[in-house]
């Protein structure tokens, strides 16, 4: 009596040329097609193009596609100038403590808006009234280190 342990299925579907399509049912042996090899690549190509695609798409939502951002982000900010520059630039509108007043309260801001966002909420203008702001990166760095901060 030999008994065939069933194949898991990462081994059906891992094993070029294997042929095999489905897993078998229980009991029976396992079907070696030979009929469509073609459908078996066309298969595999599609699932390849779509998981590429996916890929690509993770990347671009992730990754900061401007120059201004990734500078910014690739440098360490330092919470205590990046308050300085909120008291001069920003809480005239959102409060000496970040509290809200003309615009929202910043405390957990960061919750809402990632930092890329945060970086364009700044530099776009594109909310009047508040305005866009124009700071080097290591400003902007700053900023964000302090708007972490309000967290
Ligand atoms: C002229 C007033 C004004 C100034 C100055 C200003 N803001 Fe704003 N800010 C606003 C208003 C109003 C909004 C709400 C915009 C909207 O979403 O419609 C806002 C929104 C924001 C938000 C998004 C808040 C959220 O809940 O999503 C951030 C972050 C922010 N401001 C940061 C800053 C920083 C940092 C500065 C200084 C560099 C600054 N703001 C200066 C008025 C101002």
Not at 19 to 38: H, K, Q
Not at 76 to 99: E, I, P, W
Not at 105 to 111: N, P
Not at 122 to 134: C, H, K, L, N
Request: aromatic share 4%; with cysteine.
């Amino acid at each position: 009596m030999t008994a065939v342990p069933p194949l898991a299925p990462a081994e059906l579907s891992g094993i070029p040329g294997s042929g095999a399509i489905l897993p078998s049912a229980p009991g029976t042996p396992l079907e070696v097609s030979g009929a469509w090899p073609g459908r078996r690549l066309l298969g595999l190509m599609l699932a390849l193009a779509l998981a590429a695609g996916l890929l690509l798409a993770v990347l671009l939502q992730a990754g900061p596609r401007d120059p201004y951002s990734r500078a910014t982000l690739a440098l360490k900010g330092d919470d205590v100038s990046g308050g300085k520059l909120f008291r001069l630039n920003c809480a005239g509108c959102h409060g000496l403590a970040a509290q809200g007043l003309v615009g929202p309260s910043l405390h957990g801001v960061d919750h809402r808006k990632n930092d890329r966002q945060l970086i364009q909420q700044v530099i776009s203008g594109r909310t009047p009234p508040m305005p866009r702001f124009q700071l080097d990166p290591q400003e902007m760095a700053d900023l964000l280190a302090f708007l972490h901060r309000l967290a």
